[in-house]
């Protein structure tokens, strides 16, 4: 079982708004969307993780992520829902992707390894059974990120140490949300085996 105390200090997920393409390879900030927040957030805290990152520059944004994280963290939300409480317990808001990674840093006390996904294949891209390896080796800590829009830009994806497959069905369709590739590749990662 993969699901054990312990691996949120080597996984966290990031969801990074800036900087993604849009539909035309134009380089844009999305926005934030209250079933990613509370869905990747459900689905991080059920696989064992202790951070889920939201990305974006943009203040407006930031603070909207943090009303909603509030409403379900404080008072009346928290009483009416503590499980809710307890998945968004664990979302921390960032500027940017190194904000990010210094926190990861700061809190594990070393710098944390860049996995990307994406919709697209990747030269060199590994398959969730070899990462999933690599977490349970203790090669971490890693930093798993997700993008919004059409994908992350080419130079966070020069950045990764690992790319990871993507995830594939029987047809030629491959437009999944992001909630629902985070959900399946937790699943593939930290899910019972």
């Not at 696989?47 to 909207?64: A, M, W």
């Not at 009303?67 to 404080?74: F, G, L, Q, S, V």
Request: hydrophobic share 40%; glycine share 8%; charged share 25%.
């Amino acid at each position: 079982m993969m699901n054990t105390p312990g691996i949120g200090s080597t996984l966290a997920i990031a969801l990074i708004h800036y900087p993604v393409y849009d539909k035309n390879r134009q380089l844009v900030a999305t926005a934030i969307t209250n079933l990613d927040l509370h869905d990747i957030a459900r689905s991080s805290r059920t696989f064992g993780l202790d951070r889920y990152y939201v990305v974006t520059p943009i203040k407006p944004q930031q603070e909207l992520a943090e009303r909603i994280a509030h409403h379900w963290r404080e008072g009346w939300g928290a009483e009416y829902n503590p499980k809710r409480k307890s998945a968004l317990e664990i979302m921390t808001v960032s500027d940017n992707l190194d904000d990010a990674l210094s926190d990861m840093t700061q809190r594990l006390g070393r710098p944390p390894k860049i996995v990307v996904t994406g919709a697209k294949g990747h030269p060199g891209s590994i398959r969730c059974e070899a990462f999933r390896e690599l977490i349970k080796d203790g090669a971490g800590p890693f930093l798993l990120l997700f993008g919004t829009g059409w994908g992350m830009t080419e130079e966070i994806f020069a950045r990764a140490d690992h790319v990871l497959e993507p995830i594939r069905g029987p047809g030629e369709y491959n437009h999944l949300s992001v909630r629902s590739a985070a959900a399946i590749i937790l699943d593939r990662l930290c899910g019972e085996r």
